[in-house]
């Protein structure tokens, strides 16, 4: 590999973090520096080949279970009715979850210039669209009869029949469909001029070939930069919007139901937090050993942590306010079966599932008041792991205890998924890296042309002598 | 057939100055490279604000209409009344609109930029250097063939690494 330049002590060691979102780079001297060193990395190894091996191995157990699964029919998945969402729904709602914080750092913190995220918003920007076709795949996978899934799709057919379009499922439908395609093409459009730059780079003349027809070809003119920044912009305003409403129609699937411990209006607010909250997590899961192993402390540094590890503060503590507040309604309204359920959801036989979510979510994410903490990578990579955990059993304490523990006490049933729900969920997390593994080492994990705007490009006179103010 | 001048800089601020004085002396059509976007380069082009914006506009406010439009006409062509609630409804509906709103204007800008900014572009071009992807700026001047001398002169004075013609 080539050599790359080791990061200064000025910015890793920069007291008082004041400024901690600012995107000083001064490791990364020029622009060729960039392209050289971020190109490099797209090299494969030993390690990416075990990596992937792993993913597709993982992917293909799940693929197997769900085979069985169509074969024997969804009996064999755990359902105990009144459970009937268990795994499938958990995963998808968490899925769908990881990747809000991929939009949230791509468009919204674009919107805000908050400078912490451009080296990792297109690592986190392709972790949404798989975390996005991941999460697409639960419902469907939780479908008696699957290959029926396109009749939520409203299309002029012979039956003469439409779908219900005062169903959530059909909300979740049109909401998570929007979201793939609008994060998918934000992601390519932002490749589009670093495709443009590994095309001219390129010596094989039929991978030269392919990058042509990618990059659409891309020049780098004066106006085509003109138009795509506006683009970008107009995309990053039509995805802001999206962080809130996917996830608030996700939350609408429980809230629309008078189950207790869903029928809540403070579940959109509450499943929005979370999701940037676990998606931060899952940023930080996927940035810190790729910071390390590709050796790019010197872009992600620790003031960029430092940044994210702020949000994810802040998103600890709204989600930890929407807990208590949760339990609050529920005294407070009086609703006797409302409040046996969360008395149960704590203390009854869902008690380790609710503590696993309270620690991992509320109490370990109080370290980040610790600068020390945040800006020790280690610890925030342990914690992403906990959050992770955390989020996903906060998404099974929604669904569990309550369809376990309706208002009809001879309703009341346990649930315990079978091998067939933990292959699939393994096989989730599988299909979910082997893209990512894919992603990493077939375009740059780093917008080229975004870094460049940060590193000052070479000019002939210095800033004092140069005229026009710029 | 085209024919012009072309100019790599490895300096943003003379590549500033080659622009001003290229279009100072109206020698011909300027295409400006960059491997980055520079508002110093946006000044000195001084080129309009894209139109994009009516493209998004109009695109999307067809998405809204369409997605309340679907579900309204669905609801009533099945007109079946449960619980005595509206056969159409506003409030439900207001997802669709919104959803198509984003769906059909986000892919509206996107293709109103290919449009805009002249992508893809499926045939070799004159006029480009692989190292304006790089850390190189360009100045691709067309002009009439008596004008290139003058043209090459001013790329060279203002320390072009590499002037050439082309067509």
């Known amino acids: 590999m080539t050599a790359i330049a080791q990061p200064g002590d000025d910015m890793n060691h920069r007291r008082p973090n004041i400024a901690s979102a600012d995107i000083q780079l001064p490791s990364v001297k020029d622009w060729e520096q960039v392209d050289r060193e971020l190109l490099a990395i797209m090299k494969p190894t030993g390690a990416w080949f075990a990596g992937l091996a792993t993913a597709i191995l993982c992917l293909g157990l799940g693929v197997f279970a769900f085979m069985y699964q169509v074969h024997q029919g969804l009996g064999v998945a755990g359902y105990n009715p009144p459970v009937m969402w268990g795994v499938y729904i958990i995963t998808f709602v968490f899925w769908v979850g990881i990747g809000h914080a991929g939009t949230l750092i791509s468009a919204i913190l674009y919107l805000f210039r908050a400078g912490f995220r451009t080296t990792i918003y297109r ?3 392709a972790m949404t669209v798989f975390a996005v076709m991941t999460a697409g795949l639960f419902p469907i996978l939780h479908l008696g009869r699957p290959w029926k899934f396109f009749w939520l799709i409203p299309y002029p057919n012979w039956r003469l029949i439409w779908p219900n379009f005062k169903s959530p499922l059909v909300w979740d439908v049109f909401a998570i469909t929007t979201y793939l395609t609008i994060s998918t093409t934000f992601l390519f459009v932002g490749l589009i001029p670093d495709i443009a730059v590994m095309r001219d780079r390129e010596k094989n003349p039929l991978r030269k070939r392919i990058l042509s027809v990618l990059s659409f070809g891309w020049r780098n003119t004066e106006r085509e930069w003109r138009h795509f920044a506006r683009a970008y912009l107009f995309l990053a305003a039509f995805s802001t919007p999206l962080v809130l409403s996917v996830h608030s129609v996700v939350s609408f699937d429980f809230a629309m139901g008078i189950v207790p411990g869903w029928h809540t209006t403070i579940f959109p607010p509450y499943f929005v937090a979370g999701a940037i909250f676990s998606g931060f997590a899952m940023v930080w899961t996927i940035v810190i050993p790729m910071r390390r192993w ?6 992600v540094t620790l003031n960029h942590l430092d940044a994210s590890a702020k949000m994810v503060l802040f998103t600890s503590l709204v989600v930890g306010c929407a807990y208590i507040v949760e339990f609050f309604i529920a005294w407070y309204g009086g609703v006797q079966y409302e409040q046996d359920y969360f008395w149960n959801r704590v203390f009854g036989s869902w008690w380790w599932a609710a503590w696993i979510m309270l620690t991992a979510n509320m109490i370990l994410p109080l370290s980040l008041f610790s600068q020390k903490l945040r800006r020790n990578p280690t610890w925030l990579f342990i914690l992403s792991i906990a959050i992770n955990i955390g989020m996903w059993f906060e998404r099974f304490v929604i669904v569990v205890p309550s369809l376990s523990h309706d208002v009809n006490p001879w309703q009341w049933t346990t649930y315990a998924p ?3 729900d933990y292959s699939i969920l393994l096989g989730s997390f599988g299909w979910f890296f082997m893209w990512f593994l ?4 077939q375009m740059p994990i780093m917008a080229l042309a975004e ?13 004092s002598n140069r005229h026009g103010g710029h | ?10 300096e943003l601020d003379s590549t500033v100055d080659a622009i001003e004085e290229l279009k100072e002396r109206k020698l011909g059509d300027l295409t400006v490279y960059t491997p980055a976007p520079r508002h110093e380069l946006d000044h000195a082009v001084a080129a309009p604000r894209s139109p994009l914006r009516v493209i998004t506009l109009i695109t999307a406010l067809l998405g809204c209409v369409f997605g309340y439009w679907v579900a309204i006409w669905a609801s009533e062509y099945w007109p079946l009344v449960v619980g005595g609630k509206a056969i159409s409804s506003w409030l439900p509906y207001t997802v669709f609109g919104f959803e198509l709103f984003v769906m059909v204007g986000g892919l509206g800008t996107v293709f109103g930029m290919f449009y805009l900014a002249g992508i893809p572009r499926i045939t070799q071009t004159v006029g480009y250097d692989p190292r304006f992807s790089g850390e190189h700026f360009g100045v691709w001047c067309e002009c009439a063939p008596d004008k290139l001398a003058e043209a090459e002169a001013i790329l060279r004075r203002h320390g072009a690494v590499e002037v050439r013609g082309e067509r």
């Open chain 1, 123 to 125: 690592a986190a920007e």
């Open chain 1, 294 to 299: 590709f050796n790019l402390k010197h872009y």
């Open chain 1, 418 to 420: 079978t091998w067939v």
């Open chain 1, 438 to 441: 894919l992603f990493v080492k």
């Open chain 1, 451 to 463: 870094i460049k705007e940060i590193v000052p490009p070479k000019m002939k006179r210095s800033a």
């Open chain 2, 1 to 10: 057939m085209m024919r012009g001048m072309l100019g790599v800089f490895a």
